[in-house]
């Protein structure tokens, strides 16, 4: 199993910047692929930016540019930067993290952050 932990979230004027942070926990297997992704009302939830251990990493278009997404590996940490906010950003930010063991391949999420941009 993998517990996900979640911080950083809040209010923030438009043109502002947060730091989202989110730690797995596990007692085996490993984790893959980790990654935000996010989700306002009335809208399907979406893939903000994901990255790899190998450090590849993908981003929405809608994002490119002004939000970043790091990790430690040793940690299984992931961290997503968000500058230059807009009211559009916000949503329910959900961590992803990508269980491996042996065969079997999982998806775990954490419990969402709320990020709120005024404008």
């Known amino acids: 199993q993998v517990q996900l932990v979640e911080s950083g979230g809040g209010l923030v004027q438009a043109g502002g910047s947060l730091r989202l942070s989110c730690a797995a926990s596990l007692t085996t297997g490993s984790i893959n692929t980790m990654g935000w992704y996010r989700q306002a009302p009335g809208n399907q939830r979406e893939l903000v930016a994901s990255?790899?251990?190998?450090?590849?990493?993908n981003y929405a278009d809608s994002v490119k540019g002004r939000f970043t997404i790091s990790r430690d590996n040793a940690k299984n940490t992931v961290f997503l930067q968000m500058n230059s906010l807009k009211p559009e950003d916000t949503a329910l930010y959900y961590c992803?993290?990508?269980?491996?063991?042996?065969?079997?391949?999982?998806?775990?999420w954490g419990q969402g952050t709320q990020v709120t941009v005024s404008s």
């Open positions: 992803n993290a990508v269980f491996v063991r042996m065969w079997v391949t999982r998806d775990f």
């Open positions: 990255i790899t251990t190998s450090d590849s990493r």
